[in-house]
């Protein structure tokens, strides 16, 4: 019987797509970048910002020059300096305004009610505990339920975060099922460690080929929450 729900954060909890589309649209209106263009050039700005922790300029060059291989590899005009510099100063701004996916948020207090509700992530300290912080995430997550692989000198999808995490909540891996966005660090993590795993996959991504398949897939976040909803009458 499951006694835990744990979240990945980034793009699972929260649109993360949402501030990077706000920012590039506001600096660089270009017609042609939205669709699959746009689709890819959050992947690669996402698959970056997963390894970067902060808009730091060294490394955000890197981002810079990959968002441009994506740009050029559909025959698009590239991002100028300018242009690059004023999406960071507008991505900073944007990334303050981050809220739950309103569909989740509605399920997080009758979830409390029934089951330890927790949350694993990637990432620099400070700057996923200001994410946590915006998202106000405290209301429904106890703080030692919180594991940051800053701060444990682990990183999914090493399946040694997960287990941390059951055993400082003396909880079985059975007993604990994450919700995440990323195939490979959420779902592979998380079933190499034995938990259950549902995959959030908003993006509708292909499913790569994997000994490991999740033990549910949803596709929205009115998906996940009808999923939440019926896990908060019924034990999985």
């Known amino acids: 019987m499951l006694k835990a729900i744990v979240f990945d954060l980034d793009d699972t909890l929260y649109d993360q797509q949402r501030p990077f589309q706000q920012a590039l649209f506001s600096v660089w209106n270009d017609p042609a970048v939205s669709g699959h263009v746009l689709t890819d050039l959050f992947k690669v700005f996402k698959h970056m910002n997963d390894r970067v922790a902060k808009l730091e300029t060294l490394t955000m060059n890197h981002v810079f020059n990959r968002l441009n291989d994506v740009l050029a590899d559909h025959d698009l005009p590239t991002l100028t300096n300018s242009v690059w510099l004023a999406f960071c100063d507008r991505y900073r701004a944007e990334a303050e305004k981050i809220s739950l996916f309103s569909d989740i ?8 009610d029934h089951y ?3 949350v694993i992530t990637n990432g620099e ?12 995430l405290q209301r429904w997550f106890k703080g030692d339920n919180v594991v940051i ?3 444990v000198g682990l990183r999914k999808p090493d399946p040694r975060i997960f287990t941390h995490f059951s055993r400082h909540m003396n909880l ?9 966005d990323n195939f490979e660090k959420d779902m592979v993590g998380a079933k190499k460690a034995g938990w259950h795993a549902f995959w959030f996959n908003h993006r509708q991504l292909e499913m790569p080929k994997s000994d490991f398949i999740p033990d549910q897939t949803v596709e929205s976040p009115t998906e996940l929450a009808e999923l939440l909803q019926a896990m908060s009458v019924t034990n999985y």
Request: net charge negative; hydrophobic share 30%.
């Open 105 to 112: 948020q509605a399920q997080l207090p009758l979830l409390k």
């Open 116 to 118: 330890e509700l927790g």
């Open 125 to 136: 300290s400070n700057t996923q505990s200001e994410k946590l912080s915006r998202l106000d």
């Open 149 to 151: 692989s800053d701060e």
């Open 172 to 180: 079985q891996a059975n007993e604990v099922v994450y919700i995440g």
